[in-house]
């Protein structure tokens, strides 16, 4: 599918630099890229080149590459011009090239052109973004793997496998008067396990990837005085909390984003949890429990030489049962305990000093193993929460497969219980994905991708 007209847009980020790239797509390439260079360059072929105005005046001067379709990015003609980072020469160069009969891209519309002409899946379109995006190395290096193709390619391979039980099945239907009972001879069920195995061992990767594209948000939580903040402080390897010995110094909710060994890790740090008349101080600890129901694990941090406070017992009985809460036992350098992982109260107990360090790296790897991303394991490919879904409901359909199969002897229905797993896996790739679906999907995308 050609587009009919021809978009431009900055692919480098806005503002001052060495370089700056703009990028053109579409039928009008060649004829625009006369206009403004004075000749077409030979395809993939650098060329230092003058961006002249249309009275001929001089705007720039640059590299000038020019991609033919279907041999592109986008699948249609193309031209990249990389010239100096000023904003000023990029503002004339875009309206240049608008005057010359291109308009500015939308949002993403770069790779889905790409996505609209097959040059790209729509899983590797989202992760030219996720790599944009990456929070971390480990996820950076997984968005890379799945922009190769890996995460695709998986999912791929399993829906060619449904498939293939899918027509066997259809088979065995269609031929009933054949003296061999296809679907009672157990090859089918044996074939549906498989399957199942193979989605289960994909979504446990995906799991991983979303985790480590998402990373994972950490409220500290507690008493006052008890240390959150230089335990903030600690994570993140720098001051970024007031640290003092008086009850009540954190009064606003502190955020900081952390490469954690690999794994982004959104911590927050909140106001002592406790009753007070100050109306500042009050504000902070409203804003804190606000920030605890927004968690995806609650660090509850109490002085391992005092134990678990009232405020701290209240927590636990309001969200212990719906959020996962790791009690952190700080100040061992005073209680002489020993650090280490331990249990309490069936709540996962870490007891570390946030003043010596001791114990930090017990709590780094709690946290990567909560993440499920343990010891040194790093997920195969970037996964994001749609992918999730898809594949949950795919895991659901081959369920209902299996009961269609093995209670009910349902050979019709296990079918259609295959079609639908199958085409909750096209959504990933793209195979069968709704129009309101890359809308939503590419609007997301930087400008110039």
Do not use: W
């Amino acid at each position: 599918m050609q587009a009919v007209d021809t978009i431009a847009a900055l692919s480098t980020p806005p503002g001052r630099g060495g370089v700056a790239v703009i990028r053109v797509s579409g039928p009008r390439v060649p004829e625009i890229a006369v206009a403004l260079l004075g000749t077409l360059p030979a395809p993939r072929q650098a060329r230092l080149c003058v961006f002249r105005d249309a009275d001929g005046t001089a705007m720039d001067h640059g590299l000038a590459l020019y991609f033919e379709a279907p041999a592109s990015f986008t699948g249609e003609h193309v031209l990249e011009l990389q010239g100096h980072g000023s904003p000023m020469l990029n503002d004339l160069l875009l309206a240049r090239l608008l005057a010359l009969g291109a308009r500015l891209a939308r949002p993403g519309e770069f790779s889905q052109r790409a996505f609209i002409n097959d040059r790209l899946g729509l899983a590797e379109a989202e992760a030219i973004t996720d790599a944009i995006d990456a929070g971390s190395h480990a996820a950076a290096r997984a968005a890379v793997r799945s922009l190769q193709g890996v995460f695709a390619d998986q999912v791929r391979a399993l829906a060619a496998a449904i498939v293939e039980l899918r027509v066997y099945t259809e088979a065995a239907i269609d031929f009933p008067d054949e003296e061999v009972d296809f679907l009672a001879e157990g090859e089918v069920q044996t074939r549906l396990q498989a399957l199942r195995d193979r989605l289960y061992t994909l979504q446990a990767g995906a799991s991983r990837g979303a985790r480590l594209r998402e990373g994972m948000t950490v409220v500290i939580a507690g008493a006052p005085n008890v240390g959150k903040s230089s335990l903030l402080n600690r994570l993140a390897a720098r001051d970024s909390a007031i640290v003092t010995p008086i009850a009540g110094t954190t009064r606003d909710v502190l955020r900081e984003n952390i490469d954690l060994d690999g794994l982004p890790l959104h911590v927050v740090d909140t106001a002592g949890l406790r009753e007070t008349d100050d109306p500042v101080e009050a504000e902070g600890v409203r804003r804190a429990r606000a920030q605890v129901d927004q968690a995806d694990r609650i660090l509850l941090v109490v002085d391992d030489g005092q134990g678990l406070q009232p405020e701290d017992l209240a927590l636990l009985a309001q969200y212990g049962d719906r959020l996962p809460v790791t009690l952190v036992a700080n100040k061992i350098d005073l209680s002489g305990a020993h650090a280490g992982l331990d249990q309490h109260a069936g709540h996962d107990l870490v007891r570390l000093s946030a003043a010596t360090a001791d114990g930090i790296d017990v709590l780094v790897a709690h946290l990567r193993q909560a993440a499920g991303l343990a010891d040194a394991q790093e997920a195969d490919f970037i996964a994001r929460r749609r992918h999730l879904d898809a594949l949950a409901r795919a895991a659901t359909a081959l369920e209902q497969g299996h009961h269609r199969l093995v209670d009910d002897q349902a050979g019709e229905l296990l079918a259609e219980e295959l079609r639908l797993a199958h085409a909750a896996l096209g959504e990933i790739t793209g195979e069968f994905t709704s129009e309101d679906l890359l809308g939503a999907i590419f609007s997301s995308f930087c400008i110039g991708k």
